[in-house]
C-alpha cells in the first residue's frame, strides 16, 4: 500500500519561510516523478511543482523563485522549501505521485500566512 504523510505546515508571517515533507512508502520511491498541490479555501487543487525520478524540477509561475522542491532516495522523502511566504500561499498542501497506474495523495498539511 502506498502512503504518503505530508508534515511541516503552520502559521507564518509573511515574508517567512516553512519547510515542508512528505514521507512515502510502498513504492519504489526512486522511480517516482512526485509533485506538490495546493487547495485554498473556496478555490480549485492546484499544482505548485514536480520533481522527477531524474531529479528535474519545475514549478508554477506563482512560486518559481521562492519555492525549491527537493528529494531524498534513502530516506523516501520530498521536501518543499517555500521562502517570501505571501498571504495568497495560504492552502492546504499535498504532496502526490502515481505508482502501478494510480493516483495517490496525502492528507495534506496546513500552511496560513499571515500577521
Known amino acids: 500500500q502506498v502512503r504518503l504523510q505530508e508534515s511541516g505546515g503552520g502559521l507564518v508571517q509573511p515574508g517567512g519561510s516553512l519547510r515542508l515533507s512528505c514521507a512515502v512508502s510502498g513504492t519504489n520511491f526512486r522511480l517516482n516523478d512526485v509533485h506538490w498541490y495546493r487547495q485554498a479555501p473556496g478555490k480549485q487543487r492546484e499544482w505548485v511543482a514536480t520533481?522527477?525520478?531524474?531529479?528535474?524540477?519545475t514549478y508554477a509561475d506563482s512560486v518559481k523563485g521562492r519555492f525549491t522542491i527537493s528529494r531524498d532516495n534513502v530516506w523516501n522523502r520530498t521536501s518543499l522549501q517555500m521562502n517570501s511566504l505571501k498571504p495568497e500561499d495560504t492552502a492546504v498542501y499535498y504532496c502526490n505521485l502515481m505508482s502501478r497506474g494510480r493516483d495517490f495523495w496525502g492528507r495534506g498539511t496546513q500552511v496560513t500566512v499571515s500577521s
Open positions: 520533481i522527477t525520478s531524474s531529479n528535474v524540477a
